[in-house]
């Protein structure tokens, strides 16, 4: 079997183009991209209309997101702290992955889930990290054992989306680290399911209806 590039999809719950959140996601996407194939969607490509279950998602903004994810052997969410939680653009978005449910790894069962949260005060971004771990819990993907919460300093950011403060940076690159890791193990199997799926390849001269017919010896 050949080797695998995991593919990871990096989320941003924030509105403001060139707010903390969407630069944050974009440094982390760029961090991986390396090693990995990368797509990330910043606030504005997630302003999708309210989840409704069993209406299908209108336009064609949900399905490529939907398609992304389906692909996706790491997902990492990055979030803005609303009110002690999530924001609800980013939450909507999320309960869109509810349409991946028939999928061959329904939800996001399987996947590598990195968590980030950003605000003001570290009460906020804690809460808002625990409740990002517990949605990727409900999806059926693996929270990283290292979630980052950022607040007051360890939120500042370089033009370019680089945590400013050490301690940041440094846990920010191990949850990559382990996403990666992780988003690995998962390409290898999704290759390995593919490979089942493809028929054997027959003899030269051999039909598909000489064999049901029982004519090859």
């Known amino acids: 079997m050949t080797a695998s590039v995991p593919e990871i999809v990096f989320l941003s719950g924030s509105l403001g183009e060139l707010s903390r959140t969407n630069r944050l996601a974009q ?3 760029d961090q991986c991209a390396p090693r990995a194939r990368t797509t990330v969607f910043p606030g504005a490509e997630l302003e999708l209309p309210f989840y ?17 994810l389906e692909r996706a052997d790491g997902v990492v969410l990055v979030s803005p702290v609303y009110h002690g939680t999530l924001s609800g653009l980013l939450k909507n978005a999320l309960d869109y992955v509810n349409e991946l449910a028939g999928a061959p790894q329904p939800y996001l069962d399987g996947r ?22 517990t949605v990727g819990h409900a999806l059926r993907s693996w929270p990283t054992p290292m979630g980052v919460a950022l607040s007051q300093g360890r939120a500042d950011l370089t033009d370019d989306g680089s945590p400013v403060d050490q301690q940041a940076h440094t846990q920010l690159t191990v949850m990559l680290g382990q996403v990666m890791t992780m988003a690995r193990l998962n390409a290898r199997r999704r290759a390995a399911r593919a490979e089942r799926t493809v028929p054997a390849a027959q003899p030269a001269g051999v039909t598909p209806a000489a064999v049901r017919a029982g004519g090859v010896r």
């Open 27 to 29: 440094w982390c996407a």
């Open 52 to 68: 409704r279950p069993g209406s299908p998602p209108p336009g064609p903004r949900p399905a490529r997101y939907l398609a992304a």
């Open 112 to 133: 590598a889930l990195g968590c980030v949260s950003i605000g003001l005060g570290e009460q906020g971004a804690s809460s808002t990290l625990q409740t990002l771990r």
